[in-house]
């Protein structure tokens, strides 16, 4: 600890209620301008959401709107999730400036990265919705629906309405985007000595308890889907223990070279 940490790390009440109005200010109009551009391009978001509905049924069939104000609704929901996902970097931008003076030099150096880290890994799970569990799904149920009219019986025919296929579609992306940030959570908690490898390591039955509770309760009711959360997860979890056990290793190497330098 240096006196120039000590310094930095100190400034008056004043001051950092000036700098957090600054700070979310800059949010705010973040905010704002990428809400407004998701709205303007809100209709091919949307077609490009409609994507895994037609990989999943193998045919063109459209959604359907129950609600004179459907669309719109649809419309804003896209812009509201498309502004707080494309601002993202941007207000954990401002908050790691804000309370990056708070911090000693060690500790900025340790945070950066998992902010560079949580975006990606929302994204990986945004992209295994999209590409493969959706599809997958949205086939499953549609092939349930269309058996229903097997053997003379009559038919169902399957039209859902695009507000409750975009909340869906959404549920799911927040929902995996956010569990996947299991890795970086427990880094971090290995990086402020919370949790550590071989406590980890002996967690892991209860972490698959876990994991498979939370699929069968997050994703749609049929076993590939659950499987489809559930292994991933786990490969996060195998990751979060070793990153975590690479940095007690490098805990330990640079603790035992300032013994080394002291003595």
Sequence with gaps: MTKEDIDASEAPLLDHLIELRTRLI????????????????????????????????????????IKLL????????????????ISFPLIATQLYRFVAPGLYKNERQALFPYL??????FVLGAALVYFFLLPVAIGFFYNLAASTGDQGQADITLMPDVEAYLDFVMMLILA?????????I???LGQIGVVNSDMLSKGRRF???GVCALAAVITPPDPISMIAMAVPLMGLYEIAVLAVR?????RNRAQAAKDAANA
């Design 176 to 184: 995996f985007g956010l569990t996947f940030q299991l890795p970086v």
């Design 70 to 85: 459907g669309v719109f609704l649809v419309k804003l929901k896209i812009a509201m999730f498309g502004g707080m996902f």
């Design 26 to 65: 800059y949010c705010v109009i973040g905010f704002v301008i990428t809400f407004l551009a998701s709205f303007y391009f809100s209709s091919d978001i949307l077609h490009l959401l409609i994507l895994p509905f037609k990989w999943g049924t193998g045919t063109d069939v459209s959604l359907i709107s």
């Design 207 to 209: 972490a698959i308890v």
């Design 246 to 250: 690479l940095l007690e290793k490098r």
């Design 116 to 121: 560079i880290a949580t975006p990606i890994f």
């Design 186 to 188: 427990l880094t971090l």
